[in-house]
């Protein structure tokens, strides 16, 4: 774990890191458990992720948590999930204090039960004055719609003639986006072996490098989240460019 630790350059590290946190319900089975042993698990593979990031010097990480189609899940499980959200802001706090962290929520979190939003407002308030990372939970959250959301948002301005309908451009769009005040992903990682976005930053994922982690989720730990980094570190990101201009660029 050391070296592969040591393998990471800490002045390339990606600003923003989203994870798309998969497998909790197939590792639970998997072992003749039920989905939400599986949930309960992975409080412990989100405390390895969190510190290891502050511990480098991520900016910013995002917890893919839970999606807006995540409510079709059996309402038990679904239940489950709201507590441990409760649970895990009182049980992480001592960390996330220790850390230097800021918690922040992107999605529809109106649409949460009461005791998780205090939960979340409590969380917020607890940690505003930290200093070093910022973890963003992804909560009733999805790409479509944030953008439906942000597109709602200057439809209603240029409706009301805060703003010309020529001005609506990728700026103006991002500005919208619940993201607005974060840095693009740089790096987005999905564990348990799928490789899809399910809903999660279609817009910010444009220039995102994707590293897919065969490991389940409740098995994920600080060793998973270096070999994630030291791969990204390894790609030669382009931006549409050639590889030769990258070269220039840097060797003038
Ligand atoms: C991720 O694990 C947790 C959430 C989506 C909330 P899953 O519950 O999706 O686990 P699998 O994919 O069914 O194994
Ligand atoms: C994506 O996982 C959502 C979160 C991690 C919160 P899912 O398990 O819900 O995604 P699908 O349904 O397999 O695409
Ligand atoms: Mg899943």
């Known amino acids: 774990m050391q070296e592969l630790k040591q393998q ?3 002045d390339r590290l990606p600003h923003h890191v989203g994870v798309i946190m998969d497998g909790n319900g197939r590792w639970a089975q998997g072992q003749g458990k039920p ?4 949930h309960h698990s992975a409080v412990e593979a989100v405390r390895a992720t ?7 010097g991520v900016g910013y990480l995002t917890l893919y948590a839970f999606s807006t189609e995540n409510w079709d899940r059996p309402e038990m499980e679904v239940g489950a999930l709201m ?3 409760v649970d895990t802001i009182g049980s992480e706090m001592k960390m996330m204090l220790d850390n230097g962290i800021r918690l922040a929520t992107i999605g529809d979190t109106a649409g949460l039960p009461e005791a998780t939003r205090d939960a979340l407002a409590f969380g917020i308030e607890q940690t505003s004055q930290g200093d070093g990372m910022t973890l963003i939970l992804a909560l009733n959250y999805s790409g479509k719609w944030d953008l439906a959301r942000a597109a709602r948002q200057l439809a209603l301005e240029v409706g009301a003639g805060r ?3 020529e001005a609506v451009d990728e700026a103006a769009l991002s500005a919208r986006l619940s993201t607005h005040a974060y840095p693009d992903p740089e790096l987005i990682i999905r564990t348990s072996g799928e490789h899809r976005l399910s ?3 279609l817009w910010q994922a444009a220039y995102a490098e994707f590293y897919f982690s065969p490991v389940f989720w409740p098995e994920f730990r600080k060793p998973d989240l270096y070999a994630a ?9 382009r931006f549409g460019k050639t590889s030769e ?5 840097t060797n003038p």
């Open 163 to 165: 703003m010309q309908a």
């Open 8 to 10: 990471i350059d800490k």
């Open 229 to 237: 980094f030291v791969d990204f570190q390894q790609r030669e990101r």
């Open 35 to 38: 989905r939400v042993f599986g």
């Open 50 to 56: 969190v510190e290891g990031c502050a511990e480098l």
């Open 245 to 249: 201009q990258l070269k220039q660029a």
């Open 83 to 85: 507590q441990l959200l």
């Open 199 to 201: 809903n999660f930053f």
